[in-house]
């Protein structure tokens, strides 16, 4: 590890060998998004996207449940923000900046540039469903149940699931889901494909995502790299967009030494080891 592990206080961090294994730490409050969490999951992505030695993350929950979505803490002291009638304009750019903040706090999942694994159990409700949405792969456990909780707080999502849950799992499923804030559960997920495994408990959820944490990080990592930054640019891009960038990506980035340690292996019939 090139660096000292930052210490937070709403999440968890460890590095155990190529893995990053992330969670928040709230469990006494549903793992809920206080304010100190917003700004620390960004923080703690950063971190890790620093560490060339940290090749995928595992994000799970401490305690009972995923996350139990924005603390209603929060709720309150943005309504205390333009409760002022001779500061309302003011207030509302306050408002404006915390979302801003909010939003930066999920894209920091894309932005990183290993795979996140979300390994889901209990409860993922409201900014959880945004949260989920962003990262790169999703497993759950059998008692994990799913809601997207906004509409029922008269709130619009606005750190992530209108604008990246249809990718996902389709405009239609992604609107009725927004539209009624229907708790689902992980059998209903899985069909939704929101998730590609469900497993029979947290202790299962959990080894089946260090299981394949620990595949991912046996590849080729500039080519795991590569492989989220052209999944993100293809989503956003349109076809020809997307062959124009992964050509150019692989006219600079192909030749090197882990294609040179690919191609031995393959051909001395061992298991390759890539360099960090």
């Not at 206080?9 to 917003?38: H, K, Q, Y």
């Not at 305690?63 to 003011?90: C, N, Y």
Request: hydrophobic fraction near 45%.
């Amino acid at each position: 590890m090139n660096t000292p592990i930052p210490a937070f206080e709403t999440v968890r961090l460890v590095a155990d060998g190529p893995i990053a294994r992330l969670s928040f730490n709230r469990p006494n409050n549903a793992n809920a998004f206080d304010r100190s969490m917003w700004d620390e999951l960004p923080r703690a992505l950063e971190w890790i996207g620093t560490q060339r030695s940290l090749r995928v993350v595992v994000l799970s929950g401490e305690g009972k449940h995923f996350t139990g979505g924005i603390d209603l803490s929060v709720v309150s002291w943005l309504m205390e923000l333009t409760a002022d009638p001779q500061r309302a304009t003011r207030g509302r750019e306050d408002v404006l900046a915390f979302i801003e903040k909010a939003q930066h706090a999920f894209t920091a999942i894309e932005r990183c540039p290993v795979p996140v694994i979300a390994a889901i159990h209990g409860a993922c409700v409201g900014a959880g469903v945004d949260l989920i949405a962003a990262c790169d792969l999703r497993l759950c456990s059998a008692d994990a149940r799913f809601c997207v909780k906004e509409i029922d707080l008269a709130v619009v999502p606005d750190v992530g699931t209108l604008q990246r849950l249809s990718h996902v799992i389709g405009y239609s499923a992604t609107a009725e889901l927004s539209y009624s804030a229907e708790t689902f559960d992980a059998q209903r997920a899985l069909g939704l494909r929101l998730v590609s495994r469900v497993c029979d408990n947290k202790e299962a959820l959990l080894e089946a995502a260090n299981q394949l944490a620990q595949d991912i990080a046996s590849k080729p990592p500039t080519t795991v790299r590569g492989i989220k930054r052209n999944l993100l640019w293809s989503r956003d891009h349109s076809v020809q967009d997307g062959l124009a960038f992964v050509a150019t990506w692989n006219a600079a980035m192909l030749v090197g030494e882990d294609l040179a340690e690919a191609v031995a292996a393959a051909q001395q019939k061992r298991k390759a080891v890539f360099a960090d």
